[in-house]
């Protein structure tokens, strides 16, 4: 059977390096990536999942905001990543967001984000930097949690924005040690899961390896019209992550 095709939203200014890194590993994990951004066509119907990849901060017009710091935006992307995630949602397909899309996903689903995460977050050690400095803590019971283990888990950091007020349907699935949310999912299909970290970055390790396993398992079973939280919790109960 051929590998499910998994569509990467990325920024047209810097899509052409983070791109491969994402694409690699989803090979690594069964699956085949296709590269979108606001400049290339972009049709759900010819994917299987969906992967919002991290950039620029997002607007919070977006969520019904004003401004409060200065931020990177791109407005073309914002429009295309809503819209993605919205279709993708409506058609039941799997979504994967990293940084900057696991805040689009809780925008698309009606949450909000705070502008200035670390203000709000005063314990909560600021890190940016591409290695795994960050401690969060999974929460049990929650898919994630399944997907990548028990143990606390380091990861990097890059973001200034966090998810604040949850959207429909969504729950916590780590935090980092200040609080700050570092991980949501959905409570059921579609498989919907958003990381705050990058772990395209973290291909090494066989836990962020993981999260990918998840969307192309899930994205498997989206073509085949299976239970997609089904089919996550057997791969991961297959090769249950050290």
């Known amino acids: ?35 979108w ?15 919002v990849g991290g950039g620029d901060d997002i607007s919070p017009e977006l969520y019904g905001m004003s401004l409060v710091a200065s931020a990177r935006l791109d407005p073309a992307r914002d429009d295309l990543e809503r819209r993605l995630v919205s279709g993708a949602l409506d ?3 799997p979504v994967l967001g990293i940084c900057r899309g696991a805040q689009m996903l809780n925008v698309a689903l009606g949450g909000t984000l705070d502008q200035d995460a670390y203000a709000s977050h005063q314990d909560s050690r600021r890190y940016r930097t591409i290695l795994p400095r960050k401690r969060v803590m999974l929460r049990p019971g929650t898919r994630l949690h399944a997907i990548a283990g028990a143990a606390p888990m380091r990861v990097n ?3 200034s924005q966090a998810v604040a007020r949850l959207g429909h349907a969504l729950q916590v699935a780590a935090r980092d040690e200040g609080g700050m949310i570092q991980a949501i999912e959905r409570t059921s ?5 958003g990381v705050q970290w990058h772990p395209e970055h973290l291909f090494y390790a066989r836990r962020q390896r993981a999260l990918f396993r ?28 050290a």
Do not use: K
Not at 3 to 18: D, E, F, K, M
Not at 225 to 231: D, E, F, T, Y
């Open 1 to 35: 059977m051929t590998r499910p095709l998994i569509a990467v939203t990325t920024s047209q200014r810097s899509g052409w390096r983070i791109f491969p890194l994402v694409a690699l590993n989803i090979w690594l994990a069964g699956g085949q990536a296709q590269r």
């Open 91 to 93: 058609r039941n397909m």
């Open 37 to 51: 951004d606001a400049g290339r066509p972009s049709d759900l119907d010819g994917v299987e999942g969906l992967i």
């Open 189 to 193: 299909d579609p498989f919907a899961l």
């Open 214 to 241: 998840a969307l192309v398992c899930a994205a498997d079973a989206y073509r085949c019209g299976s239970h997609q939280g089904g089919a996550v919790d057997r791969s991961a109960d297959g090769a249950a992550p």
């Open 157 to 159: 950091a890059l973001h």
